[in-house]
């Protein structure tokens, strides 16, 4: 049982702005932890997409960016392209058990 | 070049005992923590534990507690998952991944562990 919620599914038009929420509680993200982001393409390993809240690694597209609010995070694909059609998870550290967790992932298709 | 190179794919019995392997290369093995996670097949990933190469302090989720042991031997760069008595449920798809210290920012290519009679 995950203890980051998202939204099991969000879909747009090629070159439309999507959102995928990631919503915590105070032991996670509202304690003030940071949040990453990774994108799970089909049959392929997780690859980290965010981190730290908005930061994004070497070679990831500036379509994508992250952000953080209270208990809650989001991540923002602007411009949405057929190859980003992928599962993403948000991730962050929880205190009450002393360890990372990850969010319940969120399809993306491009209609 | 940072590179994690996971032992190849388990097809076991249940009550039979694995062990699978993550190779590191390219960075300190002993200067980062390394993580497994889980990934049953259509659903999620699960953090079960993460092991610091250095002292071997290893931390584990409290739903893998018990279930699983981690361990690492910093004279060959390797990192193991292990069970002792595997059931049917432990059939998924297992990555190991270096923590950075917060996020994961290598990832193995993953270890397909399949359990059945």
């Known amino acids: 049982q995950s203890v980051l919620t998202q939204p099991p599914s969000v879909s747009g038009a090629p070159g439309q702005r999507v959102t995928i929420s990631c919503t915590g509680s105070s032991s996670n993200i509202g304690a003030g932890y940071n949040v990453h982001w990774y994108q799970q393409l089909p049959g392929t390993a997780p690859k980290l997409l965010i981190y730290n809240n908005s930061n994004r690694p070497s070679g990831v597209p500036d379509r994508f960016s992250g952000s953080k609010s209270d208990t809650s995070a989001s991540l923002a694909i602007t411009g949405l392209q057929a190859e980003d059609e992928a599962d993403y998870y948000c991730q962050s550290y929880d205190n009450s058990l002393s360890g990372s967790v990850f969010g319940t992932g969120t399809k993306v298709t491009a209609l | 070049e940072v590179q994690l190179v996971q032992s190849g794919a388990e097809v076991k019995k249940p009550g039979e005992s694995l062990k699978i392997s993550c190779k590191a290369s390219g960075y300190s093995f002993t200067n980062y923590w390394i993580g497994w996670v889980r990934q049953m097949p259509g659903k999620g990933l699960e953090w079960m534990g993460i092991i610091y190469p250095g002292d071997s302090d290893t931390r584990y989720s409290p739903s893998f507690q018990g279930q699983v042991i981690i361990s690492a031997d910093k004279s060959i760069n390797t990192a193991y998952l292990q069970w002792s008595s595997l059931k049917a449920s432990d059939t998924a798809m297992y990555y190991c991944?270096?923590?950075?210290?917060?996020?994961?920012?290598?990832w193995g290519q993953g270890t397909l562990v399949t359990v059945s009679s």
């Open positions: 991944a270096r923590l950075r210290p917060q996020d994961f920012d290598y």
